[in-house]
């Protein structure tokens, strides 16, 4: 079995576990997490378009997403019914030289956000990577909001974004203790690129830094 099969198997393993529980949750509370659809996407653009407007391709981390995919297994939603009321996703970047995971965009419609999806999005997500693998994740946020979830400045003191950013919200987690300790330097993405043609890839939202 080759590394690929591997992690499609636990990544499909991952979607299984969930459904029954999901099943007794929509009965309970209408508000599941699970893996991204393939005809999610507008419904997903049009989330951050609302969060963050025309903005939201002008920052520092659209450079390290713009024009890849994000990991496999590693993009998420919140459903209501057939409505996607939440969305967060991980992208594969070199930390330095480090492999790691930069997480975002984390979005939840503003309907919703006194409901704590936002929080169940984080911990389905950093739950995810660390099942698959992965030992780092970086994001640019509010550290009061993410301090919650482990993420800290120490862990990336030593490394440096392509854009400016305010440094007190560049944040790191180890899901693997030490996972940063060797990270220094500029942070790239390194995904494979997409190439899909769409509103979240077009070029003249794509040329800020």
């Known amino acids: ?24 949750q929509t009965a309970i509370d209408p508000i599941v997490i699970e893996a991204e659809r393939p005809g999610d996407e507008d419904a997903r ?16 981390c659209e450079v390290l997403r713009a024009g890849r995919l994000p990991a496999r297994g590693l993009s998420l939603v919140a459903r209501c019914g057939g409505e996607v ?8 970047v ?8 930069m ?4 979005a939840v419609d503003s309907r919703w956000r ?13 739950d995810r990577a660390k099942a698959l693998g992965h030992d780092a994740v970086l994001l640019v946020g509010d550290a009061p909001y993410y301090a ?11 490394l440096r974004l392509p854009g400016p950013v305010e440094t ?4 790191g987690l180890e899901l693997r203790p030490g996972a940063f300790a060797a990270a220094k330097g500029l942070v790239r993405g390194t995904g494979p690129a997409s190439i899909a043609v769409g509103r979240a890839h077009r070029p003249k939202l794509r040329r800020a830094a």
Do not use: C, N, Y
């Open 45 to 60: 653009e049009a989330l951050l378009d609302r969060a963050f407007g025309p903005a939201r391709f002008r920052k520092t």
């Open 85 to 92: 009321v939440g969305t967060v996703r991980l992208w594969h």
């Open 168 to 171: 007190e919200r560049f944040l």
């Open 103 to 106: 997480l975002g965009p984390l």
């Open 1 to 24: 079995m080759t590394s690929f099969d591997a992690t499609q198997e636990l990544i499909d393993a991952l979607a299984f576990r969930a459904l029954p529980a999901q099943t007794l």
């Open 114 to 126: 006194a409901h704590g999806i936002g929080a169940r999005l984080m911990v389905e997500a950093l």
């Open 148 to 158: 919650r979830f482990g993420f800290k400045r120490e862990p990336v003191r030593g």
């Open 94 to 101: 070199s930390a330095g030289g480090v492999p790691a995971l």
